[in-house]
Nanobody, 127 residues
Framework: QVQLVESGGGLVQAGGSLRLSCAAS????????MGWFRQAPGKERGFVAA????????DYADSVKGRFTISRDNAKNTVYLQMNSLKPEDTAVYYC????????????????????WGQGTQVTVSS
């Protein structure tokens, strides 16, 4: 069992940056593939980015590629999402998720592949 707590959301102007953090409890953080998802009002939750256990490999949704960077610090049990050049369409609640599968592979883009979820953090980008 792992608990995930996101932080770092807020209100930012278009073109600005934010860094989200997701802190995980427990001693097995390094054994999880980690992902970020987002859900805008009236829309389904969708994939943003994922990272393998060691951080060697990453995957991004086309809509954020080149602007967002996912990373992790296994010593701190934390995964990050650096978001640059933010756009109003990035406005959403952002969730981190952990996948306990034995397979350390990407892509991992569907909600059902993840076992644990955080409560989410709101990101609002004003135009």
């Amino acid at each position: 069992q792992v608990q995930l707590v996101e932080s770092g959301g807020g209100l930012v102007q278009a073109g600005g940056s934010l860094r989200l953090s997701c802190a995980a409890s427990g001693r097995t953080f390094s054994s999880y593939v980690m992902g970020w998802f987002r859900q805008a009002p009236g829309k389904e939750r969708g994939f943003v980015a994922a990272i393998t256990r060691s951080g060697a490999r990453t995957d991004y949704a086309d809509s954020v590629k080149g602007r967002f960077t996912i990373s992790r610090d296994n010593a701190k049990n934390t995964v990050y999402l650096q978001m640059n050049s933010l756009k109003p369409e990035d406005t959403a609640v952002y969730y981190c998720a952990a996948d306990r599968s034995i397979y350390n592979t990407l892509p991992r883009r569907t909600l059902s592949e993840y076992d644990y979820w955080g409560q989410g953090t709101q990101v609002t980008v004003s135009s």
